[in-house]
Structure formats: C-alpha cells, structure tokens
C-alpha cells in the first residue's frame, strides 16, 4: 500500500453492537474503506467527539501532525454527536466528571439521566448548534488546507441513531446535515450519506445494533464501507481543486 486513508472521527468509526474495537479491526468500516482503495488507515476518534474536540486533536495531537505528511485522502467522519439534543449545555455537562465527592457526582449524573431523555424531544438546545458545527469544520479544513493545499477531502454526513438515551428522537440531525452539506459544497468536497443505511439498520428488526441505540453493528459497518469507498476512490483519482484557504 502506498498512503494512507486518514480518518478523523468519533465512536461510529470503531464501536460496534458489542462496545468498542481496536483501531486495528478489519471490520471497522474505516478499515473496510481502506483495504477497497488499497491503502492503509490512520484513526483518529474518541467516544463523545463533536467537531470541537476533532478541532482540538487537530491542533493538540501530535500524531494527528505525523500522519498528515503521509495521507493521500482525508475523511471528516464526525458531527453525528453535534446534532444531539442536549438537555444541559455542553460546556455545563462536561463538567459533571469533576464533581467531588463521588458520590455527589453519581447523584448529578443520575438526575440528568432521567432529564435527558424526557427532555430530549424539545431539539433544543443541542450538543452543538449548525452554524457553530460548521465553524469548527472549516477551521479544520483550512488548517489542512494550510499545510497540505494538495490533499482530497471526504465530508461524511451524519448518521441518525434510535437511542433510548436521547428520547429515540433526532431533531438536530436535519438542521445539522443541511448546515454540512452546504458548506462542503462551497468548497467543492464530495459527501457521504451515512442517513440512510444507518436508518434502514435501525429500523430492521433483525439487524442486531448496539443496545445503546447509538453504535451500529458489524453488517451497519459493512454497509457503510460500501457507501463510502467510492467516494474516497474517486477523490483519489481525480485532479484536486486548488484549496480556498
């Protein structure tokens, strides 16, 4: 293999229906991807990333840096947490890992385990908003952009998910989407639809997903590879566009 398929990401890119895999599993769909192409992949994702943590790591992970050099094609596999409701306010929540003693904490997290999900319906206000999404995905772009004008990009739509944790309901993901796909299109970047599989799988009563109603199970991680792959194939082969920095 040449290059390499560098993927930038959250949980969807390495969980499955029985919890989280290594960034080495061949069943992941970013690995998936890159044996189609025929390149090797480098992950980089967390459980929990918005476009504001992929943002940090971009600037903060140094093996993001080394990685950068050597890719031939860039993914932007994330936003699906962005366009979750999100009861408490981010900043707010985040903080609940903080509180001392324990079992205070516990207390909180439990409280707002039985707000979220009954609040959840109200779409508002969400983990992040569209216009602040898009912000953080334009700050990675252009400081790609910066120091590898030459390198093609991918931008994955976000999935939907069927969790009990956020009401089974996903009113952030429209706005969201709409928000990402015009931006992408302002930079003439390919997209990549993962609504739809990941919908149908959710849907399928035989499909067996992760209970957290959020992952996806191996066959979803199939089915997204085959969605994905050609549109990293072709931005592969075509002649990039010079970059708006």
Known sequence: ????????????????????????????????????????????????????????????????????????????????????????????????????????????????????????????????????????YEKVRGAIAHLRPDLPIVVCLPPTHDSPYYGNVHPGRIPTTTAVERWAREHGLPTVSFYETTAAAFADSETTMNPDGIHWSVATHAAIAEVTAPVVEAALTAIPAPATV
């Open 1 to 136: 293999m040449s290059g390499s398929v560098l993927v930038l990401g959250d949980s969807l890119s390495y969980y499955d229906e029985t919890g989280g895999l290594s960034a080495a599993d061949r069943r992941i769909w970013p690995n998936i991807v890159g044996e189609r192409v025929g390149r090797r992949v480098e992950l980089f994702a967390r459980i929990g990333w918005t476009s504001r943590d992929v943002w940090w790591a971009t600037t903060q992970d140094p093996r993001i840096w080394a990685a950068l050099p050597h890719a031939d094609v860039l993914v932007l596999a994330y936003g699906g947490m962005d366009s979750l409701p999100s009861p408490l306010p981010t900043a707010l929540r985040e903080q609940i890992r903080y509180i001392r003693p324990a079992a205070l904490r516990q207390r909180v997290r439990d409280v707002y385990s039985w707000l979220q999900p009954r609040l959840s319906p109200l779409g508002w206000p969400m983990a992040l908003p569209p216009r602040v999404t898009v912000d953080y």
